[in-house]
């Protein structure tokens, strides 16, 4: 079974960087529409960014300017590059695709920003 795999959350304060890493153990070529999601607790999941099915990119409007996703075909990975870090933006972060019409989701990664 194809999974995903998450890493490079912490602990960080607000106005620092992460880079979180998803790892695919197949090649993302198979994997569409991957992206990064964030849930936060008490709130709904959201999307963070993604590919869309022509390659480029989307972001949420809270995100833009300051969080980066990209890809790596040759190491299976899609990176969010995650700057100026704000408080808010502390949640448990996922990436996730569509394999063959299955939906495919992390385990996840805590990114908590304090003040």
């Known amino acids: 079974q194809v999974q995903l795999v998450e890493s490079g959350g912490g602990l960080v304060q607000a106005g620092g960087s992460l880079r979180l890493s998803c790892v695919a153990s197949?090649?993302?070529?198979?994997?569409?529409?991957m992206g990064w999601h964030r849930q936060a607790p008490g709130k709904q999941r959201e999307l963070v960014a993604g590919?869309?099915?022509?390659?480029?990119?989307n972001y949420a409007d809270s995100v833009k300017g300051r969080f980066t996703i990209s890809r790596d075909n040759v190491k299976n990975t899609v990176y969010l590059q995650m700057n100026s870090l704000k408080v808010e933006d502390t949640a448990v972060y996922s990436c996730?695709?569509?394999?063959?019409?299955?939906?495919?989701w992390g385990q996840g990664t805590q990114v908590t920003v304090s003040s």
């Open positions: 996730n695709g569509v394999w063959y019409g299955v939906t495919l």
């Open positions: 197949t090649s993302i070529f198979m994997i569409k529409s």
């Open positions: 590919f869309t099915s022509d390659g480029s990119t």
